[in-house]
């Protein structure tokens, strides 16, 4: 039962264009919304986080837009530079879950120049 | 500042041998998990522990065992390894407090034949 469902699986963007992936989630106890991002070979490492009192929050280039009705979210790049080139997950977990992360099944991003 | 770290890197195992990966964190987080990564399924619970002393299984713990052997470390062992155990395994650490972010390691590529 897969509880947070991601897509797209893979994407392709040109430099400077716009990549959204999406989430949507079951779990109406899920209060914590994070995005990581994966390089091959190394190990995730978060990107940006959003709880569901806001509806949207930006750092940098990388904005999540959250729908509490809709229990769904997604990233946005801006400006996408080919070192964006990753693999993205987005996860959720519960204040009292002991921070246990649900993952998404991840989205393979290449920005071509 | 090493963060998490993962030992081996890289393990090839032939079916029905054992093997415990290990991982240490130096950031004095009180939480600490260990996922697998696999193809189109995204990053998978195994086990967690959300202090010293605790542990409790996750989404796939058929098949491994865990021991927090004390604050910094968490190790995961295959009793009897099988080629459905054939994965990238991550462990992870966290402050255990409101999700707070989770850094990982930088994996074990395990193959079982």
């Known amino acids: 039962q897969q509880q947070v469902k991601q897509s797209p699986q893979s994407l392709i963007v040109q430099k400077g264009g716009i990549p959204i992936i999406n989430c949507a989630y079951e779990?109406?106890?899920?209060?914590?919304f994070p995005w990581y991002q994966q390089f091959p070979g190394k190990g995730p490492a978060l990107l940006i986080a959003?709880?569901?009192?806001?509806s949207e929050k930006k750092e940098g280039r990388f904005t999540i837009s959250f729908n509490k009705s809709a229990k769904q979210f997604s990233l946005h790049i801006m400006d996408s530079q080919p070192g964006d080139s990753a693999t993205y997950f987005c996860?959720?977990?519960?204040?009292?879950?002991?921070?246990?992360?649900?993952f998404g099944t991840g989205t393979r991003l290449t920005i071509i120049p | 500042n090493a963060g998490v770290t993962q030992t081996p890197k890289f393990q090839v195992l032939k079916t029905g041998q054992s093997m415990t990966l290990q991982c240490a964190q130096d950031m004095n987080h009180n939480s600490m998990y260990w996922y697998r990564q696999d193809p189109g399924m995204g990053l998978r619970l195994i086990y967690y522990?959300?202090?010293?002393?605790?542990?409790d299984k996750g989404e796939v713990p058929n098949g491994y065992n865990v021991s927090r052997l004390n604050k910094r470390e968490f190790s995961l062992r295959l009793e009897s390894a099988a080629p459905s155990q054939t994965s990238v395994y991550f462990c992870?650490?966290?402050?255990?407090?409101?999700?707070?972010?989770?850094?990982f390691g930088q994996g074990t590529r395990l193959t079982v034949v």
């Open positions: 996860a959720a977990s519960t204040d009292f879950g002991n921070e246990k992360l649900t």
């Open positions: 992870a650490s966290s402050l255990g407090q409101l999700n707070t972010e989770a850094f």
């Open positions: 522990s959300a202090s010293e002393g605790t542990t």
């Open positions: 779990n109406t106890a899920f209060d914590y």
């Open positions: 959003i709880r569901p009192d806001v």
